[in-house]
């Protein structure tokens, strides 16, 4: 009994047993001023210009790429089409933004049928020349052709569901240029005014 009393003891006065509380780490007046100081100066943009700004960043580094990629597609390289359209068109307003996203997006959407077009040539092509003797290229594509009239999905559809996604992006391209000559114009105008009345 008096063993495991003594027992008791050192386990209780064992450093290895005894609970410790995590200190908590105490900043100085000078230091929590600074962080202070510190967090006034980094709120983000202020300005509507600088707020917009930053509202790029989503659709330059792929944030929104979820809604325009398949899981078979490449992110960076939908990220590096996007910056290209950023680059070319530099967005200065909502309305701008909105209109380069669906550019990129028909753009996009286009080029992947484009390429699903082409992958269908290509197998047709492939098959024909599996079955048949050797005959001369143009007689092998009539024949792929051919073959893709019949199967489905239908080629034509495809097709003409290309040219659609090819109109739209010029429509949109109208559309996008059409707002950016009006503000050029605006600008133009508002320069003008100001210098005649400063004469």
Same mark, same amino acid.
């Given at each position: 009994?008096?063993? &495991?009393?003594? =027992?008791?003891?050192? #386990?209780?006065?064992?450093?290895?047993?005894?609970?410790?509380?995590?200190?908590?780490?105490?900043?100085?007046?000078?230091? +929590?001023?600074?962080?202070?100081?510190?967090?006034?100066?980094?709120?983000?943009?202020? *300005?509507?210009?600088?707020?917009?700004?930053?509202?790029?960043?989503?659709?330059?580094?792929?944030?929104?790429?979820?809604?325009?990629? !398949?899981?078979?597609?490449?992110?960076?390289?939908?990220?590096?089409?996007?910056?290209?359209? #950023? &680059?070319?068109?530099?967005? =200065?307003?909502?309305?701008?933004?909105?209109?380069?996203?669906?550019?990129?997006?028909?753009?996009?959407?286009?080029?992947?049928?484009?390429?699903?077009?082409?992958?269908? #040539?290509?197998?047709?092509?492939? *098959?024909? #020349?599996?079955?048949?003797?050797? *005959?001369?290229?143009?007689?092998?594509?009539?024949?792929?052709?051919?073959? !893709?009239?019949? *199967?489905?999905?239908?080629?034509?559809?495809?097709?003409?569901?290309? +040219?659609?996604?090819?109109?739209?992006?010029?429509?949109? !391209?109208?559309? +996008?240029?059409?707002?950016? &000559?009006?503000?050029?114009?605006?600008?133009?105008?508002?320069?003008?005014?100001? +210098?005649?009345?400063?004469?």
């Amino acid at each position: 009994m008096h063993n &495991d009393r003594t =027992e008791e003891q050192n #386990i209780t006065n064992d450093p290895s047993t005894v609970e410790t509380k995590p200190r908590k780490k105490t900043m100085s007046e000078a230091a +929590l001023a600074a962080n202070r100081a510190n967090a006034k100066k980094c709120t983000g943009p202020k *300005t509507r210009a600088g707020k917009f700004k930053s509202s790029l960043n989503a659709l330059k580094h792929g944030a929104y790429s979820h809604n325009f990629i !398949l899981k078979t597609e490449d992110a960076g390289t939908f990220e590096n089409f996007s910056k290209s359209f #950023i &680059d070319e068109f530099q967005p =200065e307003t909502p309305s701008e933004l909105e209109l380069l996203k669906q550019l990129i997006s028909v753009a996009w959407r286009r080029n992947r049928m484009a390429e699903l077009i082409q992958l269908r #040539i290509n197998q047709a092509i492939d *098959t024909v #020349i599996a079955n048949s003797e050797p *005959t001369a290229a143009a007689e092998i594509t009539l024949q792929a052709y051919d073959r !893709l009239e019949i *199967t489905q999905p239908s080629f034509a559809r495809q097709e003409a569901h290309e +040219l659609r996604l090819a109109n739209l992006f010029q429509r949109t !391209l109208c559309r +996008l240029n059409a707002i950016r &000559d009006k503000k050029l114009r605006n600008e133009t105008k508002f320069i003008r005014d100001r +210098l005649s009345f400063a004469a």
